[in-house]
């Protein structure tokens, strides 16, 4: 099946600091989404981005399908940005294919 | 806007009892995904159902089963649990009418076994 490989595993910064995340997948896919979950579990849909940039806020993504990964902009961090963000991807069979997270850490 | 509804959102069993989660997706989705999140683990797929039909099957143990009823709402019924089991466990749906493949998700139900 498809692969999703997320970097980095973990991340830490200072509050008011800009990150990148990146998801690299394996295959062609129909859709790519990108979730928050925050401390008590719940998956946030940030992003649904098979493809182009989209922005939300101090969000933004990019999508670059034809060479299979998308990345993820967090600016002006605030502490509750912390948690981990998922990286999903589905194929035609619907199901999505999930990366290993990026656990962020935004200090005060 | 409707969102997808999970219950109960907490579910505390012993081992070998058995446990039913339910899921009751947005409104007029057709497409309702389970997904089993162990700690410190990325969601894995269990299983899926298109207009009441099972559509797609991933590692769901046998010990496991899901239906979607007329309603379109679905339920995973778990038996024999064992202490792996305990997980945070996601109800996702979509909607292939409109087109783009988005699943939403519930706020999930965290299952311990003790």
């Known amino acids: 099946g498809i692969q999703v490989e997320q970097s980095p595993p973990d991340l830490i910064l200072q509050e008011g600091a800009n990150s990148t995340l990146r998801c690299n997948f394996s295959?062609?896919?129909?859709?790519l989404q990108w979730f928050h979950q925050n401390p008590w579990g719940q998956l946030i849909n940030l992003f649904y981005?098979?493809?182009g940039t989209k922005q939300n806020g101090r969000l933004s993504a990019t999508t670059v399908a034809t060479e299979r990964y998308s990345l993820l902009y967090i600016s002006s961090s605030q502490t509750t940005d912390s948690g981990v963000y998922f990286c999903?991807?589905?194929?035609?069979?619907?199901?999505?294919?999930f990366g290993d997270g990026t656990t962020l850490t935004v200090k005060p | 806007a409707a969102g997808v509804i999970q219950s109960p959102r907490h579910l505390i069993k012993e081992k070998r009892e058995t446990a039913t989660l339910k899921c009751y997706p947005i409104?007029?989705?057709?497409?309702v995904y389970w997904y089993q999140q162990g700690p410190g683990q990325d969601p894995q797929f269990l299983i899926s159902?298109?207009?009441?039909?099972?559509?797609d099957k991933g590692s769901i143990p046998d010990r496991f089963s899901a239906q979607q009823f007329s309603d379109y709402h679905s339920e995973l019924n778990m038996s024999s649990l064992e202490l792996g089991d305990s997980a945070l466990y996601f109800c996702?749906?979509?909607?292939?009418?409109?087109?783009?493949?988005?699943?939403?998700f519930g706020a999930g139900t965290r299952l311990s076994v003790l």
């Open positions: 295959d062609s896919v129909n859709n």
């Open positions: 981005i098979p493809s």
């Open positions: 409104p007029r989705h057709d497409t």
């Open positions: 999903a991807v589905n194929t035609n069979a619907g199901k999505s294919t």
């Open positions: 996702a749906s979509s909607s292939t009418i409109q087109g783009a493949d988005i699943q939403y």
């Open positions: 159902f298109y207009e009441k039909m099972q559509s």
